[in-house]
């Protein structure tokens, strides 16, 4: 196609002059991650696009890199299907490229999986503008390092991602949020709790004493939990997940450094002197605090078991993800120069 030739020709032109290449799609995460490259040039996405295969009974989609995210929705609920992992687009120019390669995931991850436990296939433009297959288009495809996984959150420093093969899942015949007035470390106990039990859980968030709770799935398995597990029934609950996905709920406004902590869902309560609201049963909370407090704050989630990054704002020089161990470090570097020889794709993105 034309859009890989060019791809291929601004690939290698990067390559011979060891230029760096911002790939970019909508540019609605353009703040997550590292800086910026201050030279070189954008790889624009938005000219490859286009659902390529979608066969609704195999729940699989095949989309070209810079098919718009609301465009693959829109298809999917055609069919009453769905993104599992709810991808957030904190723009109306998200594409499905970018969503992958951020490997940001919504509120229905803790039960639903992220977004690399979806991705079945990619095709890859590496380093040198050659063209790489990567996968498949069903679930039990790999022989060997699992590549296109590893492509979810990778920020785009490994490769051009031309196409992307995902699974996807049927839409939930009923849901309901149930709303509980409760301090943080009940709801931390209630969310272990019931994540134990076979509830419909598909969400969970606390903040400033009240625990909204999702439940989705056939219409007996969620009115059954809301007589069970008592609370107050929230009206207009899509909306409020929504607003939550997209960051749009009241706790994300204001400037004030916004940190992510990804830690066991049953670590207690973090103290940290910041505002927090907590996601995923527990496992995700995210910080309001400067990040000056950066070692204070990576060395309390690191003795919990997690690790924290700096999400958005601040100053990123105290780094916006946890530093890697030496060991792990070594094999990013490893991957890094097997796929990006000239380390031209984002660089300083990730670290």
Same mark, same amino acid.
């Given at each position: 196609m034309q859009a890989i030739q060019q791809f291929r020709e601004q690939v290698r032109q990067a390559a011979a002059g060891k230029t760096p290449l911002r790939i970019r799609g909508g540019g609605t $995460?353009?703040?997550y991650g590292g800086p910026l490259p201050s030279s070189g040039e954008i790889l624009d996405t938005r000219i490859h696009t286009g659902v390529v295969d979608y066969e609704p009974t195999e729940l699989v989609i095949t989309a070209r890199c810079g098919t718009p995210l609301a465009e693959i929705e829109a298809v999917l609920a055609a069919q009453n299907q769905m993104l599992a992992f709810e991808p957030p687009h904190f723009g109306d120019g998200a594409t499905f490229g970018g969503a992958v390669a951020a490997g940001l995931s919504g509120p229905r991850r803790a039960t639903s999986g992220a977004v690399r436990d979806f991705v079945l296939g990619a095709t890859l433009m590496d380093g040198k503008g050659e063209v790489l297959k990567f996968g498949g288009q069903v679930m039990k495809n790999v022989a060997g390092y699992d590549v296109s996984r590893l492509l979810?959150?990778? @920020?785009?420093?490994?490769?051009?991602?031309?196409?992307?093969?995902? $699974?996807?899942? =049927?839409?939930?015949?009923?849901?309901?949020t149930l709303r509980f007035e409760t301090s943080e470390i009940e709801a931390i106990?209630?969310?272990?709790?019931? %994540?134990?039990?076979?509830?419909?859980? /598909? %969400? /969970? !968030?606390?903040?400033?004493?009240?625990?909204?709770?999702?439940l989705s799935g056939a219409r007996a398995a969620v009115d059954a939990a809301v007589r /069970?597990?008592? %609370?107050?029934? @929230?009206?207009? !609950?899509?909306?409020f997940w929504a607003h939550l996905r997209e960051q749009r709920h009241a706790f994300f406004?204001?400037?004030?450094?916004?940190?992510?902590?990804?830690? =066991?869902?049953?670590?207690?309560a973090i103290v940290t002197g910041g505002e927090q609201l907590i996601e995923w049963g527990g496992a995700q909370r995210w910080l309001r605090a400067s990040s000056s407090d950066a070692a204070m704050i990576r060395r309390l989630? &690191? &003795?919990? %078991?997690?690790? &924290? /990054?700096?999400?958005?704002?601040?100053? $990123?020089?105290?780094?916006?993800?946890?530093?890697?161990?030496?060991?792990?470090?070594?094999?990013?570097?490893?991957? $890094?120069? &097997?796929?990006? =020889?000239?380390?031209?794709?984002?660089?300083?993105?990730?670290?």
């Open positions: $995460k353009d703040w979810a959150g990778s @920020m785009g420093t490994l490769g051009l991602m031309l196409e992307l093969s995902v $699974k996807v899942l =049927p839409r939930a015949v009923r849901e309901a106990r209630m969310l272990n709790t019931w %994540g134990g039990q076979p509830l419909p859980i /598909s %969400g /969970s !968030c606390w903040h400033q004493g009240v625990l909204a709770l999702r /069970s597990l008592g %609370g107050q029934v @929230m009206p207009d !609950c899509a909306s406004e204001g400037d004030t450094p916004l940190w992510r902590l990804s830690v =066991p869902s049953t670590t207690g989630v &690191a &003795a919990a %078991g997690g690790h &924290a /990054s700096l999400f958005r704002g601040g100053d $990123k020089t105290v780094g916006v993800f946890q530093p890697l161990a030496p060991a792990v470090a070594r094999i990013h570097e490893r991957l $890094k120069t &097997a796929f990006d =020889p000239a380390t031209i794709f984002n660089p300083g993105r990730m670290f």
